[in-house]
């Protein structure tokens, strides 16, 4: 089972982001999975999993200075909040999924980040700035 809206979501975010999947699960259940959902159009760029996060407790924490990448054009996403404490100003916390097929989150994600990707064509983007406005 897949959460609706992820197949189209991952593909039409590919066309505005670099998709990293950092997981805190094992790289064995996850490649699992993701080579189902992402077996042929290849959406995914890398993959990071539990051995690559900071265990504190029962959090495994994903610290995004192990992507190497300009933290102004970083997002992440992810259903727990506690699991990028290191970066909070750069997440985005989305409802976990339970089997709900009228579950409509990555639909409206979806919009939030095209709106996002939009704006990172100016000369003073900063995203972590820009996510702000969609913060309850």
Request: with cysteine; charged share 30%; glycine share 4%.
């Amino acid at each position: 089972m897949v959460r609706p809206y992820a197949l189209s979501f991952l593909e039409e975010m590919n066309e505005f982001y670099e998709i990293i999947i950092f997981t805190a699960g094992t790289q064995g259940y996850a490649d699992w999975i993701l080579d189902q959902i992402d077996d042929t159009n290849k959406n995914i760029s890398h993959r990071l999993y539990r051995h690559h996060t900071m265990p504190e407790g029962d959090t495994y924490i994903k610290d995004l200075d192990l992507l190497n990448r300009d933290l102004k054009h970083t997002l992440i996403v992810d259903n727990l909040k506690e699991n990028f404490t290191y970066h909070q100003e750069n997440g985005i916390e989305i409802h976990s999924w339970y089997d709900d097929f009228g579950d409509r989150c990555l639909f409206h994600l979806g919009t939030i980040l095209k709106i996002l990707a939009e704006e990172s064509h100016t000369t003073e983007f900063d995203i972590r700035e820009s996510i702000k406005k969609f913060r309850p």
